[in-house]
């Protein structure tokens, strides 16, 4: 009995062994773990005192990807889970089978974790899109999508969830030369509703053919059809020699304009990575009562592979937050 437990075990063992030389494994993540000291008088809140784990395996075949993503695991909490997600490249598939699709790639998106987002160029420096919009596009999940891609010029991204209703999502981003994109997205599962979002990008450094300077604007219009109401996002971002300048704008579906600017610079100081931020977020451009002005510095040095960081942020008339951490990437 114990001859034949043998044997199956080493059969198994063969077995995985081939399986693993068949199929290349690339592991990737990172481990972080801090605190957050948060002084305002009277008192003193540390927060934090948690490390955070994202582990991302990739399987990958000729023809396929699967992805495994345990998300931020936190040694706190007990309910963690892992989603998992494939990208079948049927172009390729075909290719073998005879069918030659030239510069067409199609690729099906199957699994946990699909986007349903419409495609969009927005940078988004002040997450106005994130935190106020929502993003266009499905609140269902566990839907499909597809992907169908013409060289580098035009990728076409649709994504529905097989029930009675059919929420979907669709949309298309164009490259028509270097330095310029644009977008247009549409789905009828936003809040309930029909809608709709076109943005663009233009990379002024390199259509004006700067080396040394980073510049971009980009903008993006959403357009909620059942309520009939809009909204605007649109920003600007400069960087050249370690100093970096942003300003953003939004214009809310309440019809309600926002502001805010970022000014920043970094450099390296005997292995030193330093920085240092100040932000201006003027809230409702209408009232003067809800201004944030925010100083920010940090600090960061990368020894035996792990990186030691110290960073301080001081809301004016707010709190004073220092936060001390490490983190691994692998």
């Known amino acids: ?90 172009d390729k598939a075909l290719a073998e089978q005879g069918v030659d699709m030239g510069d067409v790639a199609l690729t099906l998106h199957v699994g946990t974790g699909v986007s349903g987002s419409a495609p969009s160029v927005l940078a988004d420096k002040n997450d106005y899109a994130d935190d106020f919009v929502t993003s266009v ?26 029930s009675s209703s059919l929420p979907m999502v669709i949309g298309a981003k164009v490259m028509p030369l270097d330095g310029v994109e644009a977008a ?59 100093i970096g300048v942003w300003a953003a704008y939004y214009n809310s579906m309440a019809d309600v304009n926002y502001m805010a600017a970022k000014a920043s610079y970094s450099t390296t ?15 409702d451009l209408a009232t003067s009562s809800d201004e944030i002005y925010t100083i920010g510095a940090g600090a960061e040095y990368a020894m035996g592979g792990v990186t030691y960081a110290l960073d301080a942020e001081y809301i004016i008339d707010s709190t004073f937050t220092l936060s001390p951490s490490v983190s691994i990437s692998f």
Do not use: H
Not at 141 to 157: I, L, R, S
Not at 269 to 283: E, M, P, Q, T, Y
């Open 1 to 90: 009995m114990k001859k034949k437990f043998v044997l199956t075990l080493a059969l198994v063992l063969m077995v995985a062994g081939t399986l693993v030389a068949a199929t290349p494994i690339e592991v990737s993540g990172s481990f972080s773990a801090g605190y957050d000291f948060e002084f305002t008088a009277p008192a003193t809140t540390v927060s934090g005192g948690s490390a955070d784990l994202v582990t991302i395996l990739d399987f990958t075949g000729d023809f396929w990807k699967v992805s495994l993503d345990a998300g931020p695991v936190w040694y706190e909490d007990e309910d963690n889970g892992a989603t998992a997600k494939a990208e079948i490249y049927l």
């Open 137 to 162: 596009g499905m609140s269902t999940g566990g839907n499909f999508g597809v992907t169908v891609k013409y060289a580098d010029m035009v990728e076409v991204y649709a994504s529905a969830f097989p």
């Open 184 to 242: 247009v997205g549409f789905t009828n599962d936003y809040s309930g509703n029909n809608a709709m979002t076109v943005s663009a990008k233009a990379d002024v450094a390199s259509l004006a053919g700067l080396e040394d300077i980073a510049l971009a604007a980009t903008g993006e219009f959403f357009l909620d059809l059942g309520a009939e109401t809009s909204a605007i996002v649109a920003d600007v971002d400069a960087e050249v020699a370690g």
């Open 269 to 283: 100081v005997s292995d030193f990575d330093l920085s240092a931020s100040f932000k201006l977020d003027l809230g």
